[in-house]
């Protein structure tokens, strides 16, 4: 498996940079692809003196997607629900499209499947 500077950047926690450097100055072996270099394994594991551990990835993110239409919904109501919802969204991307002749509210809720689940609980006990 190759790496990408910027990988090899995070899995030594070092800035990219300072990798380039290495790069340029010949301590670490690369190969250029195009305008990137490609940083092998084995040359990785030459570089650091060390083999590289396998670790899970520690920047994991789960993302919910959810849309949510409330029919019957009258202004006042949509603007008491939308004020709640957007007040409470840390974290949260909201997006709201009120339709006033048909009286529907859609509501697209993009974040974290906790967040998302306290924003959901918030619009079910509001209408």
Do not use: W
């Amino acid at each position: 498996m190759d790496f990408t500077v910027s990988q090899v950047a995070d899995l030594l926690d070092l800035h990219v940079k300072t990798v380039r450097g290495y790069v340029r100055e010949g301590r670490l072996k690369a190969v250029k692809v195009g305008k990137q270099y490609r940083i092998s394994r084995e040359d990785l594991e030459s570089f650091t003196g060390a083999p590289l551990a396998s670790r899970p990835r520690q920047d994991r993110y789960v993302e919910v997607s959810t849309i949510v239409q409330v029919e019957a919904i009258s202004r006042i109501d949509m603007d008491r629900v939308s004020t709640a919802v957007l007040g409470s969204a840390s974290g949260l991307r909201v997006e709201m499209i009120y339709n006033e002749e048909r009286a529907t509210l859609k509501m697209i809720i993009l974040g974290g499947p906790g967040a998302t689940a306290d924003a959901l609980r918030m619009v079910e006990a509001l209408t």
